[in-house]
T-cell receptor
């Protein structure tokens, strides 16, 4: 059945290391997003992609990088430049905006820097 | 600059009564609004949406109202049930796929 899958659910990283979070969808959605959730700050947009091989920075892109080589996949790399990487990361996907439909979310990855 | 604001971080309502969650936005280019429900350590799930050409959309116990002149929307849940206890996020989008979320309101429905 169709859905959006994030892995792993929990991830631990040592300071100074890069880490990549996986996001895969089989919904045939063109648009994909990465959000970060911190207590009391809601969901903040990191990066989004409207089509393969294209992506745009969101509100808090510093210290993160993404790629969109395939329609199904939108991995997020948290680099050592990200000052406060411990957070809950959410990936989402949607069909084109003109159809006014909702975004579907994965179950999230909790990243902890140790 | 917070473009989508949920000024009430929490709300407590008795089972069977109405829950009203509020959301304000500042960007007049937003033309599509959504409400999501989220449990801890899970991804948000879509509840209901409304286009700017409407002022009301209803789906079962959930109704969303949009007041464009006031840049305000609200979610009404009637009757409230204990299973509705969660964090509710409003979100908005304009002429791109960029979806902007508010900070969330934690709803607790007690017996």
């Amino acid at each position: 059945d169709g859905g959006i899958t994030q892995s792993p659910k929990y991830l631990f990283r040592k300071e100074g290391q890069n880490v990549t979070l996986s996001c895969e969808q089989n919904l045939n959605h063109d648009a994909m997003y990465w959000y970060r959730q911190d207590p009391g700050q809601g969901l903040r947009l990191i990066y989004y992609s409207q089509i393969v091989n294209d992506f745009q920075k969101g509100d808090i892109a510093e210290g993160y990088s993404v790629s969109r080589e395939k329609k199904e996949s939108f991995p997020l790399t948290v680099t050592s430049a990200q000052k406060n990487p411990t957070a809950f990361y959410l990936c989402a996907s949607s069909i084109p905006r003109t159809l006014n439909t909702e975004a579907f979310f994965g179950q999230g990855t909790r990243l902890t820097v140790v | 600059d917070q473009q989508v604001k949920q000024n009430s971080p929490s709300l407590s309502v008795q089972e069977g009564r109405i829950s009203i969650l509020n959301c304000d936005y500042t960007n007049s280019m937003f033309d599509y609004f959504l409400w999501y429900k989220k449990y801890p350590a899970e991804g948000p799930t879509f509840l209901i949406s409304i286009s700017s050409i409407k002022d009301k959309n209803e789906d079962g116990r959930f109704t969303v109202f949009l007041n464009k002149s006031a840049k305000h929307l609200s979610l009404h849940i009637v009757p409230s049930q204990p299973g509705d206890s969660a964090v509710y996020f409003c979100a908005a989008s304009g002429n791109t796929d960029k979806l902007i979320f508010g900070t969330g309101t934690r709803l607790q429905v007690f017996p």
